[in-house]
């Protein structure tokens, strides 16, 4: 492995392939499957408002992108992680405050907790289960992280504008450079994602799926 290389004065850092790891931020069944159980809580009219359009973007743009960041890191020699929304219970008892007044859950082992088939995990690839918006407070993955002597993390994932943004400021103040693909995450249309790539932008790279791929691979 290199020596520490850590920068006190820029985020604008390639990334060093044995110091990194890609996250994959709640791409599962619940939030970005047609018959995922997000949409089955929302009343009908915001259900027509949110699903179609925001699937229609994700299928069609985000999740390719998606899937070439997870093939070109994979090539490359980064870990591969994943975190989805799932609770550590069937009644959800163990969610945040903010998920239980939020009103939903998604239960221990359920179909909704899966990562989506088609950025399905390879072998021991790690995913973990979170149930709060930061993967940071609820899980065990800084630990994670500094065993595996990672100090770069590229984030990728859904909701750009909420458990992404929590994900990127927590990372960022645990002390790890955070690079952020831009058009590898989504939320509920252009207005909200140009919003929370702006705000967020102080915290981290930001880069598109493109000019990571070529960075990878060059």
């Known amino acids: 492995m290199p020596s520490v290389f850590l920068s006190t004065t820029s985020r604008d850092i390639p990334v060093v392939p044995e ?6 931020i ?23 408002q949110k699903r179609d359009p925001f ?7 985000t999740l390719p992108r998606m899937q070439r960041l997870q093939a070109a890191a994979r090539a490359a ?3 591969v ?12 008892r163990d ?10 859950n998604v239960p221990k082992g359920s179909w909704d907790g899966k990562v989506l088939e088609a950025i399905a995990p390879q072998g021991d690839e790690i995913v973990l289960p979170k149930s709060s918006s930061s993967v940071f407070v609820s899980t065990h993955i800084d630990y994670i992280l500094r065993n595996l002597g990672v100090q770069q993390v590229i984030v990728s994932g859904v909701l750009t504008d909420q458990c992404v943004e929590s994900a990127i ?5 645990l002390g790890y450079l955070v690079t952020q693909v831009t058009d590898a995450c989504a939320t509920f249309g252009p207005e909200r994602q140009a919003a ?7 915290y981290c790279r930001q880069i598109t799926t493109d000019a990571l791929v070529r960075e990878l691979e060059g």
């Open 19 to 24: 110091r990194a790891a890609l996250l994959f």
């Open 55 to 61: 699937l229609a973007h994700f299928n069609a743009e």
């Open 169 to 173: 400021r927590d990372a960022c103040d």
């Open 95 to 104: 969610r945040s405050l903010d998920y239980k007044i939020s009103g939903f």
């Open 196 to 202: 929370s790539l702006n705000a967020i932008k102080g």
């Open 81 to 92: 992680m994943y975190t989805t929304i799932e609770s550590l219970t069937l009644d959800g």
């Open 77 to 79: 020699g980064i870990e």
């Open 26 to 48: 709640d791409v599962q069944n619940f939030s970005c499957h047609p018959d995922g159980a997000e949409w089955a809580m929302m009343p009908p009219d915001e259900r027509a």
